[in-house]
């Protein structure tokens, strides 16, 4: 993609015309916004019940509807992504009250997980500015100066068995159930004040279903939902042709365009991620929902020109590990000890 939008930098007419273009999509239906809620969280109830009694015949038989529970519950969390970034309605208590329900519903504390998603806006792709929502990623030099013990580490993070399969599970059970002592009374509220909705909706439903069947439904959908949802952020900015820069040359539309994928899915994939994959136009205006994005990468030329990342060419993803910058690019483990034996030389 970097190849296609390179000229963007220089370019202030195209970004003149875009700022001129995109407002115009950043404009929400209420009435869309309402079938949205309706076609994701009424399916989704519905799927929580058959489960529930299929489970009752063979656990089998209600994995596939476990599965599909979980394709929902992203997409449940799509709307509450776009709460968060007050895009999903127009009324800022709207945004607010479903975002805070949609939390709980995906166990994700709203306000505490809005505030530092939109830390990651700002700083994507700058290197002087990392780890503030974004996924851990050392330049080679950085890797090379590290003590055994923080290599160790950040490999162990970087192994895909490890983000993909235990990741959720931290996700699950500490990240997003616990806040630091000295956190802001804000995000202490949010964090705390989501623990106490899903323990109200917990003893809830274990009346209901009985606390075995309620844990394991849960468990099973928010664990496949997470694993999914990891990979959709995973891929969004490690890819080939990323944008990274430092600060005096990081620049926010680029990083916007660069650094921010077109993941082209199959329509019912699209569909279930809320067209998170064209993450390319979402950096760059976040106010957009998720429902017009389509339109606006049809419309708007510039975007015509992104370079669109499909399902088994995104795998090779999977071992790029470190970011160079001598030649600007993301490279595995084995690809940056073979240039630094050759540098060595």
Excluded at 100 to 115: A, D, I, Q, S
Excluded at 170 to 178: P, S
Excluded at 267 to 296: D, Q
Excluded at 307 to 320: C, D, N, Q, V
Aim: aromatic fraction near 16%.
């Amino acid at each position: 993609m970097a190849r296609e939008y390179e000229s963007i930098n220089n370019s202030e007419a195209d970004i003149n015309a875009l700022r001129r273009e995109l407002p115009a999509f950043q404009r929400s239906s209420k009435l869309r916004s309402i079938w949205q809620l309706i076609n994701t969280l009424v399916p989704y109830g519905l799927l929580w019940v058959l489960v529930w009694r299929v489970l009752e015949y063979s656990f089998w038989l209600a994995l596939p509807l476990i599965v599909l529970a979980s394709g929902f519950m992203i997409r449940t969390f799509i709307i509450f992504h776009d709460c968060g970034h007050g895009s999903f309605f127009r009324s800022g208590k709207a945004n607010r009250f479903w975002g805070v329900v949609t939390g709980v519903l995906t166990l994700t504390p709203y306000e505490f997980w809005r505030r530092s998603h939109a830390l990651h806006h700002e700083t994507s792709g700058n290197l002087d500015k990392r780890g503030l929502g974004d996924v851990w990623t050392m330049t080679v030099d950085e890797y090379r100066r590290s003590s055994r013990a923080r290599r160790l580490k950040y490999r162990l993070y970087r192994n895909p068995w490890v983000m993909f399969f235990l990741g959720p599970l931290l996700i699950m059970l500490v990240t997003h159930r616990f806040v630091s002592r000295s956190a802001d009374r804000k995000d202490k509220i949010s964090v705390y004040g989501t623990d106490a909705g899903i323990i109200l909706m917990a003893s809830l439903l274990s009346l209901i279903m009985g606390l075995k069947i309620y844990l394991l439904m849960q468990f099973l959908i928010l664990y496949i939902g997470l694993i999914g949802g990891i990979w959709l952020f995973y891929i969004q900015h490690q890819f080939e042709g990323v944008y990274w820069a430092r600060e005096e040359d990081w620049d926010f539309p680029a990083a916007s365009l660069m650094g921010a994928s077109f993941y082209k899915l199959p329509s019912p994939l699209n569909w279930f991620s809320g067209n998170i994959g064209y993450h390319h136009i979402h950096h760059l205006y976040p106010r957009i929902p998720n429902y017009n994005l389509p339109k606006c990468q049809k419309q708007i030329s510039l975007f015509k020109s992104a370079r669109a990342i499909r399902f088994f060419a995104s795998l090779k993803s999977l071992r790029y590990r470190l970011w160079d910058e001598r030649v600007g690019k993301l490279v595995g483990f084995r690809e940056a000890r073979t240039r630094s034996a050759i540098s060595s030389r």
